[in-house]
């Protein structure tokens, strides 16, 4: 008889509730939890996925050492004999900073490897670390430490009961919502305009997110920032300007005032591509609404201006009132709060990193370094490297620079399941058990959502025998390096969940999580001012002095193009896609080649261009050749490219991956094209040309 199975998918943010049926150790369907509070049934098609990971041939259960005559695999003692020899051996000859981190986005997917991965950082004791955050959201952690007093106060958008959604550089029918955990997203914006309110999108690109938006404008790549000043601008002009609450502890409206006074809807007409009329419209109906909410997401984040547009997004909803309260941006109140016992400081530019000297943030350096750090010569240079469920040569800035710099490593050793364009460079790869043989927990997630929920799954197949979770080759290698291995057990990541739970706020328990499977809902977001915040003082920080000074980038032609490279390039994502985790899913790659450079119908014409012709696509780094896909949905002078594609490399082990390879968008993106200010990778608006093939 089949039996069914609750949890929630943790391929992506959106955490929706699913329903396994399943019987004798076979998956019969997955299907969304309608019991679940928070995604109401909703799924996306990337939940079967769950089921074609773990059955996935190429699948690594133990570990493997690269040899000359190829993979063999090996046992768990020896391949930790040899990775805690050549790291301390390492470390000893060339210092602690020889050896680097870098851990990938998935990381915050599970529950293991978030409880128990700090701590591995903290026994290297290593300067060089990096993750997939400064090819992504650092500019809001930046702007929630300056303004708010600490990287993970990051405020949601409570789109459940605000009437204004201004959106910009986000496509959440595509992510099902990101920094803004939102599953069944799609009728969450349908609701909006159902009872009467408004969801305007800004984007250059006529998204996915578009068709149920109330109105669409596109915005020329990297100029949201002016355009937020010039809303800024008429919110001042118009006397809108309403904190309530909040003026009680907001400190420097009046410099923002000042900032504001030149940037006019008329000034920047011409520089965002959105007329002067619209402008001033837009900004007065966002500043009169009942309640409005402005949200930006990763096409505003991975910008030469990034750190600044979230500053002022954040400096929008705090002037008009729209924050801490309903229909406004909030923080959560999460039953396992990362912040419960957090305290503000500084966590910026400590060190820089020793080629570019570009600032650490929250203990990381940004990944844009990681290649030049691992190929110039000298002293504390990168010659050992630790993955941990990262792809960094598919996600990272000029990744045919990272993949030739692998080359060039000591020893490197991956945390990972697959045999991937990254970790084949690896000489050990470490497997952990995945996905359905893991219970979990959302500790990030829970955090960024646009409503408060707990809930907790149990395993739903045991693991393989004598494979190892990934908490348990975490606190392995943590015992080995430390030298601390006599009287250590491995603790399952339970222990600290449950401690966690009695002391959040709702005095939940794990025993009570499992005996609520399809999850508890905790309520709306509620207001917490000013006791959430981690300024010293208490206080917003409105105009933090480190990004009033950034300012002064605006008015150094920045924004300039060349006229050998004409086009900005934008990146794209998929409801089918998940960076590049999800490509040995033959069913959700199968199909139209989503693998296309967009662009639009007038500009194909001017370069005599025909639907599906091989175009050369050159920027400073590299070239690829792409089909074209020509359409009217994306602005004049801007092209598109999916990210996470580009799976053709020698040696990769993902046989269907491999079938729909498709090119990689980072052998074109420019390690030296970032926001200044943090580091942070700047994908949007990379200069290239076109030339038909």
């Given at each position: 008889?089949?039996?069914?199975?609750?949890?929630?998918?943790?391929?992506?943010?959106?955490?929706?509730?699913?329903?396994?049926?399943?019987?004798?150790?076979?998956?019969?369907?997955?299907?969304?939890?309608?019991?679940?509070?928070?995604?109401?049934?909703?799924?996306?098609?990337?939940?079967?996925?769950?089921?074609?990971?773990?059955?996935?041939?190429?699948?690594?259960?133990?570990?493997?050492?690269?040899?000359?005559?190829?993979?063999?695999?090996?046992?768990?003692?020896?391949?930790?004999?040899?990775?805690?020899?050549?790291?301390?051996?390492?470390?000893?000859?060339?210092?602690?900073?020889?050896?680097?981190?870098?851990?990938?986005?998935?990381?915050?997917?599970?529950?293991?490897?978030?409880?128990?991965?700090?701590?591995?950082?903290?026994?290297?004791?290593?300067?060089?670390?990096?993750?997939?955050?400064?090819?992504?959201?650092?500019?809001?952690?930046?702007?929630?430490?300056?303004?708010?007093?600490?990287?993970?106060?990051?405020?949601?958008?409570?789109?459940?009961?605000?009437?204004?959604?201004?959106?910009?550089?986000?496509?959440?029918?595509?992510?099902?919502?990101?920094?803004?955990?939102?599953?069944?997203?799609?009728?969450?914006?349908?609701?909006?305009?159902?009872?009467?309110?408004?969801?305007?999108?800004?984007?250059?690109?006529?998204?996915?997110?578009?068709?149920?938006?109330?109105?669409?404008?596109?915005?020329?790549?990297?100029?949201?920032?002016?355009?937020?000043?010039?809303?800024?601008?008429?919110?001042?002009?118009?006397?809108?300007?309403?904190?309530?609450?909040?003026?009680?502890?907001?400190?420097?409206?009046?410099?923002?005032?000042?900032?504001?006074?030149?940037?006019?809807?008329?000034?920047?007409?011409?520089?965002?591509?959105?007329?002067?009329?619209?402008?001033?419209?837009?900004?007065?109906?966002?500043?009169?609404?009942?309640?409005?909410?402005?949200?930006?997401?990763?096409?505003?984040?991975?910008?030469?201006?990034?750190?600044?547009?979230?500053?002022?997004?954040?400096?929008?909803?705090?002037?008009?009132?729209?924050?801490?309260?309903?229909?406004?941006?909030?923080?959560?109140?999460?039953?396992?709060?990362?912040?419960?016992?957090?305290?503000?400081?500084?966590?910026?530019?400590?060190?820089?990193?020793?080629?570019?000297?570009?600032?650490?943030?929250?203990?990381?350096?940004?990944?844009?370094?990681?290649?030049?750090?691992?190929?110039t010569e000298g002293e504390g240079q990168i010659k050992a490297l630790i993955t941990s469920c990262g792809n960094p040569?598919?996600?990272?800035?000029?990744?045919?620079?990272?993949?030739?710099?692998?080359?060039?490593?000591?020893?490197?050793?991956?945390?990972?399941?697959?045999?991937?364009?990254?970790?084949?460079?690896?000489?050990?790869?470490?497997?952990?058990?995945?996905?359905?043989?893991?219970?979990?927990?959302?500790?990030?997630?829970?955090?960024?959502?646009?409503?408060?929920?707990?809930?907790?799954?149990?395993?739903?197949?045991?693991?393989?025998?004598?494979?190892?979770?990934?908490?348990?080759?975490?606190?392995?290698?943590?015992?080995?390096?430390?030298?601390?291995?006599?009287?250590?057990?491995?603790?399952?990541?339970?222990?600290?969940?449950?401690?966690?739970?009695?002391?959040?706020?709702?005095?939940?328990?794990?025993?009570?999580?499992?005996?609520?499977?399809?999850?508890?809902?905790?309520?709306?977001?509620?207001?917490?001012?000013?006791?959430?915040?981690?300024?010293?003082?208490?206080?917003?920080?409105?105009?933090?002095?480190?990004?009033?000074?950034?300012?002064?980038?605006?008015?150094?032609?920045?924004?300039?193009?060349?006229?050998?490279?004409?086009?900005?390039?934008?990146?794209?994502?998929?409801?089918?896609?998940?960076?590049?985790?999800?490509?040995?899913?033959?069913?959700?790659?199968?199909?139209?080649?989503?693998?296309?450079?967009?662009?639009?119908?007038?500009?194909?014409?001017?370069?005599?261009?025909?639907?599906?012709?091989?175009?050369?696509?050159?920027?400073?780094?590299?070239?690829?050749?792409?089909?074209?896909?020509?359409?009217?949905?994306?602005?004049?002078?801007?092209?598109?490219?999916?990210?996470?594609?580009?799976?053709?490399?020698?040696?990769?082990?993902?046989?269907?991956?491999?079938?729909?390879?498709?090119?990689?968008?980072?052998?074109?993106?420019?390690?030296?094209?970032?926001?200044?200010?943090?580091?942070?990778?700047?994908?949007?608006?990379?200069?290239?040309?076109?030339?038909?093939?």
């Amino acid at each position: 008889m089949s039996k069914v199975h609750y949890r929630n998918c943790n391929l992506c943010e959106a955490i929706c509730g699913i329903e396994i049926k399943h019987e004798n150790g076979e998956i019969l369907s997955i299907a969304g939890d309608k019991n679940d509070p928070f995604s109401r049934g909703h799924i996306c098609p990337k939940a079967v996925a769950l089921k074609d990971i773990y059955l996935d041939a190429n699948r690594l259960k133990f570990p493997v050492r690269r040899t000359k005559n190829g993979w063999r695999q090996i046992s768990w003692e020896a391949a930790f004999d040899e990775v805690t020899a050549k790291i301390k051996e390492i470390q000893t000859c060339h210092g602690r900073n020889a050896v680097a981190i870098y851990q990938g986005n998935p990381s915050v997917h599970n529950l293991g490897t978030m409880l128990n991965n700090r701590e591995l950082l903290k026994c290297l004791k290593t300067q060089n670390s990096f993750s997939a955050t400064s090819v992504d959201q650092l500019p809001h952690h930046f702007a929630g430490w300056a303004m708010f007093g600490h990287p993970l106060l990051i405020p949601i958008p409570d789109i459940d009961r605000t009437d204004f959604f201004l959106i910009l550089g986000a496509n959440p029918l595509a992510s099902n919502g990101s920094l803004m955990t939102a599953p069944d997203v799609a009728n969450r914006l349908e609701a909006i305009k159902q009872r009467g309110g408004k969801v305007v999108l800004i984007d250059p690109r006529k998204t996915e997110t578009a068709r149920v938006a109330s109105e669409h404008h596109f915005v020329k790549p990297s100029s949201d920032v002016y355009f937020l000043l010039a809303i800024m601008n008429r919110l001042f002009a118009e006397n809108l300007i309403n904190l309530g609450k909040l003026k009680d502890f907001t400190d420097d409206i009046e410099i923002l005032r000042e900032i504001s006074k030149e940037f006019s809807p008329e000034t920047v007409e011409d520089i965002t591509g959105i007329s002067a009329s619209e402008i001033r419209r837009l900004g007065s109906e966002f500043g009169t609404a009942k309640s409005a909410v402005c949200y930006g997401r990763m096409g505003v984040s991975i910008q030469k201006f990034g750190s600044l547009c979230h500053w002022l997004i954040n400096s929008i909803n705090i002037l008009t009132g729209n924050f801490d309260r309903a229909g406004g941006a909030m923080f959560t109140a999460p039953a396992f709060d990362v912040l419960a016992a957090a305290k503000g400081g500084n966590v910026f530019n400590r060190w820089q990193s020793r080629v570019r000297r570009l600032p650490e943030f929250i203990g990381e350096l940004p990944v844009v370094a990681l290649s030049e750090e691992i190929l110039t010569e000298g002293e504390g240079q990168i010659k050992a490297l630790i993955t941990s469920c990262g792809n960094p040569v598919l996600s990272t800035p000029n990744g045919n620079q990272l993949d030739k710099a692998l080359e060039n490593l000591e020893f490197m050793v991956s945390i990972d399941i697959y045999i991937n364009e990254t970790t084949r460079h690896a000489d050990i790869i470490l497997p952990p058990a995945t996905g359905l043989e893991n219970s979990h927990y959302d500790v990030i997630f829970n955090a960024f959502a646009v409503r408060n929920t707990a809930k907790y799954s149990e395993p739903l197949f045991v693991k393989t025998d004598g494979a190892k979770y990934d908490w348990e080759i975490f606190q392995e290698l943590v015992h080995r390096l430390s030298g601390e291995t006599e009287h250590l057990k491995s603790e399952p990541p339970e222990v600290k969940l449950d401690l966690g739970l009695q002391f959040g706020k709702y005095k939940l328990s794990l025993a009570e999580l499992s005996e609520n499977p399809h999850g508890i809902d905790l309520g709306a977001l509620q207001e917490c001012l000013p006791n959430r915040l981690l300024t010293e003082n208490k206080r917003i920080n409105l105009a933090p002095e480190v990004l009033v000074k950034d300012l002064h980038r605006l008015k150094t032609g920045a924004l300039t193009v060349s006229e050998d490279f004409p086009f900005a390039l934008i990146g794209r994502r998929h409801l089918r896609d998940n960076n590049s985790w999800l490509h040995n899913s033959e069913r959700l790659v199968k199909g139209k080649n989503r693998c296309t450079l967009l662009i639009n119908a007038l500009d194909a014409e001017r370069l005599n261009l025909q639907n599906k012709q091989m175009v050369k696509v050159s920027s400073r780094v590299g070239t690829i050749e792409i089909p074209c896909e020509i359409t009217e949905n994306i602005g004049r002078g801007v092209v598109s490219i999916p990210h996470g594609y580009g799976h053709g490399r020698a040696g990769v082990k993902l046989d269907t991956a491999k079938k729909y390879a498709g090119v990689s968008l980072n052998d074109l993106t420019d390690e030296r094209v970032l926001d200044e200010l943090t580091g942070n990778a700047a994908f949007s608006n990379v200069r290239v040309r076109l030339e038909a093939r």
